[in-house]
């Protein structure tokens, strides 16, 4: 299956920049390594977003259903600003009441 309303999909610029790219963030610092040595940073956050957003047309992995709504996945090739290609999982959740999907994270697709 494909991402539910992948066009309208919910990507906060703060999820990317302060989160994923974040070298100081508790959680996001060790993500961080991995997104930084494809050569992101968090002053080109959009470049991570886009590419982000280029695998949403792969198919989506159902995944737990929460008492917040139901989570899914999807798992594709990005190529960094360094000219490096990498695996990736996002993750995604559409809140119950709702149908647009919202980011909640990716990590390296090697990672199972």
């Known amino acids: 299956m494909k991402l539910p309303n992948a066009d309208n999909a919910v990507i906060p610029a703060e999820k990317l920049r302060d989160y994923l790219l974040s070298s100081s963030h508790p959680v ?4 961080a390594v991995f997104f930084h040595a494809l050569g ?3 002053g080109d956050w959009e470049r991570l977003e886009a590419d982000i957003r280029s695998i949403l047309t792969n198919d989506a992995t ?7 709504g139901q989570k899914l996945e999807v798992r594709g090739s990005i190529a960094g600003p360094a000219d490096r290609s990498a695996e990736i999982v996002t ?17 390296p697709g090697d990672r199972r």
């Open 91 to 107: 993750g995604w959740i559409i809140l119950k009441g709702e149908s647009i999907p919202r980011f909640i994270t990716a990590y």
């Open 40 to 42: 992101y940073t968090d």
């Open 28 to 31: 996001g610092r060790f993500k």
């Open 62 to 68: 159902v995944g737990e259903q929460t008492n917040y």
